[in-house]
């Protein structure tokens, strides 16, 4: 927008007839001067407005911008931080798979060992005729079989029986006890004894005791 250029001032030295025609001519300019300055003002004032709001706006972008960088500069430096525990870890976790893989050697190892010496244990105890399972011979001590050819388990001397012979409460038959451990009253039984390793039987009517 512009403002249009008033008409020429009249001069002193202009005729009457001249200096009346420049008069009228610029005061009949003047009402459009007027309006026109005014325009441009608002213009002026419009355009200072928004160059002072442009200029805040810039102001806070560039602000924003920082704080951006800011930020941006910091979450460099923990992504760095985060990667360098990165690498530690992976590091770490390839040591830790070397020594669990050295680890299951050990153990395979060891197991093989463990396996090898069981047979050598069985190998010798199989040499020297040992029994073979101790499995149900609790106390027993081993001695020399009968046919010497190796070892066996047989009841300690040290553990003697009871044999208790009674007659039932009508007195027609034989009642036998044997026992390794308990509480009895010999008066309960006709003949008793306590030894190791007998047995009983009646042949021809007659009690037989064979050691």
């Known amino acids: 927008m512009s403002i249009t250029a008033l008409p020429s001032a009249p001069l002193p030295t202009d005729g009457a007839s001249e200096f009346n025609r420049k008069a009228f001519a610029l005061i009949g300019a003047l009402d459009a001067f007027v309006s026109e300055t005014n325009d441009v003002a608002e213009l002026v004032d419009a355009q200072a407005a928004a160059a002072a709001s442009n200029q805040a706006t810039a ?5 924003n911008a920082n704080t951006s960088a800011s930020s941006a500069a910091a979450s460099a430096t923990l992504a760095t931080t985060k990667a360098t525990s990165a690498t530690a870890s992976a590091a770490s976790a390839l040591t830790s798979a070397a020594q669990a893989s050295q680890s299951a050697i050990n153990a395979h190892t060891s197991e093989t060992a463990a396996a090898q010496s069981a047979l050598e244990a069985a190998s010798a105890v199989s040499a020297t005729h040992m029994p073979s399972s101790l499995i149900g011979q ?11 050819t190796g070892y066996a388990l047989f009841e300690s001397a040290a553990l003697p029986r009871l044999y208790g012979f009674a007659l039932s409460a009508d007195g027609s038959e ?16 006709v003949s008793w004894l306590i030894a190791e390793n007998l047995t009983f039987s009646i042949n021809n009517n007659e009690l037989v005791i064979a050691l």
């Open 138 to 148: 609790a106390l027993k001590v081993l001695k020399v079989n009968a046919t010497e």
């Open 174 to 189: 034989l009642m036998f006890t044997d026992a390794k451990t308990g509480s009895f009253a010999a008066s309960n039984f």
């Open 59 to 63: 102001a806070t972008s560039a602000t």
